[in-house]
């Protein structure tokens, strides 16, 4: 018997959505509307119109973007529960939300390539001046609201994965991980890594093929969750897991 932290974490369906949250997020910012603005966030949010020079403005600009990444983590989780709490208004048509969420996901999954050009636009913040530690999560919070077209894609399929749970704890934890997978390299850029800036070049020089692959992931899914093979295969993954757990 496991205590209920260990049956939320070990759920099958949440099991499998951990990962897909973190690197959905991951995806948000490798996206065209998000990762060639970094440089003026990071400018923005730390308060300086020059490089980083010293420790002291290199804590602060860590400080500014940890605020950031709290302000858009307030609305991306609030945007997970709403999810869960329409999952749990509908519990008695599990089999019909999971299909419906699976041509979702498919529909998402064409947005991130590109195919449904109307649905991502977004509301660009002008970014005319640096405000600081002060408008540091005015500015997350802006920047969850207004992209939402853009990165929605991948938040709306990792929260159509567990929707059919109708658990709010469980879609929290995945709003939270899609956060930590989309808010880390703006973390890793701050510190001034010098290969996290490499890696970041080297991702705007392939944006395209990891939008591709991103898409096509996320259809794959959507097909799976529309024809059933996700439901059995949860399914199979929750009984080996019951099977093989050890008490916590």
Wanted: aromatic share 8%; with cysteine; proline share 5%.
């Amino acid at each position: 018997m496991v205590n209920p932290v260990g049956e939320i974490v070990l759920s099958g369906n949440l099991l499998l959505a951990m990962p897909i949250a973190l690197a959905a997020g991951f995806l948000a910012f490798a996206s065209p509307c998000v990762l060639p603005l970094v440089p003026g966030y990071l400018a923005y949010v730390g308060g300086f119109t020059r490089p980083v020079e010293n420790r002291r403005e290199r804590s602060r600009l860590l400080l500014g973007v940890s605020l950031f990444i709290l302000g858009f983590s307030v609305v991306f989780v609030a945007f997970s529960i709403v999810f869960a709490t329409a999952g749990l208004l509908l519990q008695s048509r599990l089999d019909l939300i999971t299909r419906i969420a699976g041509v979702v996901v498919i529909l998402m999954g064409l947005v991130f390539i590109g195919q449904v050009s109307f649905l991502q636009r977004t509301v660009r913040p002008k970014l005319t001046a640096a405000a600081g530690l002060g408008g540091a999560p005015v500015l997350g919070i802006v920047f969850g609201l207004g992209w939402v077209p853009c990165i929605g894609p991948t938040l709306i399929a990792v929260n159509a994965l567990v929707i059919n749970e109708g658990d709010i704890g469980r879609a929290a934890l995945i709003g939270l991980l899609y956060c930590l997978g989309l808010g880390v390299p703006f973390l890793l850029l701050a510190f001034g890594f010098r290969w996290a800036t490499g890696a970041a070049d080297w991702l705007k020089r392939n944006v395209r093929v990891i939008n591709l692959i991103g898409g096509g992931l996320l259809i794959a899914i959507g097909v799976a969750m529309v024809t059933g093979l996700w439901s059995l295969f949860v399914s199979s993954l929750g009984s080996v897991i019951g099977g093989t757990v050890t008490p916590l």
